[in-house]
């Protein structure tokens, strides 16, 4: 067995009509994120860092954008998806920690409803996962509401 780690980013602009998916919550929101899928960033990077830690490539090359499949997919959905590629491949899930960089909204009220999706839909206790959001100090896009980003960094034994 062999302890492995990887390292997942996303961004995405925000846009105006759109639901706002975090964590796979839904907010009560003006503006989401533009994307193919339901852009929900947090998820996206837990899924990228996942699939990095694997070895499994990244999530274009399993969910591509370019694919009318994954339209509006649910990210919950493709990190359901990412979990059981990691189980085919022999990778156990020990811990995914994320944090979202953006101005607004405020994660906390809903935070243990993420880490309950995210640990639901990857097959893991809660305790393994931890969200975390932090500002951007209203410096760049990401301070000026532009956007919403978010890290993650996973951890897996193969």
């Given at each position: 067995?062999?302890?492995?780690?990887?390292?997942?980013?996303?961004?995405?602009?925000?846009?105006?009509?759109?639901?706002?998916?975090?964590?796979?919550?839904?907010?009560?929101?003006?503006?989401?994120?533009?994307?193919?899928?339901?852009?929900?960033?947090?998820?996206?990077?837990?899924?990228?860092?996942?699939?990095?830690?694997?070895?499994?490539?990244?999530?274009?090359?399993?969910?591509?954008?370019?694919?009318?499949?994954?339209?509006?997919?649910?990210?919950?959905?493709?990190?359901?998806?990412?979990?059981?590629?990691?189980?085919?491949?022999?990778?156990?899930i020990e811990n995914v920690d994320a944090m979202?960089?953006?101005?607004?909204?405020?994660?906390?009220?809903?935070?243990?409803?993420?880490?309950?999706?995210?640990?639901?839909?990857?097959?893991?206790?809660?305790?393994?996962?931890?969200?975390?959001?932090?500002?951007?100090?209203?410096?760049?896009?990401?301070?000026?509401?532009?956007?919403?980003?978010?890290?993650?960094?996973a951890l897996v034994m193969r």
């Amino acid at each position: 067995m062999k302890l492995r780690v990887g390292l997942g980013y996303d961004i995405h602009r925000v846009a105006a009509g759109r639901p706002l998916e975090l964590g796979g919550v839904r907010f009560e929101s003006d503006w989401g994120l533009e994307g193919h899928s339901d852009a929900d960033v947090l998820l996206h990077a837990i899924g990228d860092a996942l699939l990095g830690a694997a070895g499994l490539g990244d999530l274009g090359t399993h969910f591509s954008p370019g694919d009318p499949k994954w339209q509006d997919a649910s990210s919950l959905d493709l990190l359901r998806r990412i979990a059981a590629l990691l189980e085919r491949a022999g990778a156990t899930i020990e811990n995914v920690d994320a944090m979202l960089v953006a101005e607004a909204p405020k994660l906390a009220p809903h935070r243990e409803a993420m880490l309950a999706n995210i640990a639901l839909a990857l097959g893991i206790e809660p305790a393994s996962v931890s969200v975390k959001a932090t500002t951007n100090e209203q410096l760049g896009a990401l301070g000026r509401c532009e956007g919403l980003a978010a890290m993650a960094v996973a951890l897996v034994m193969r």
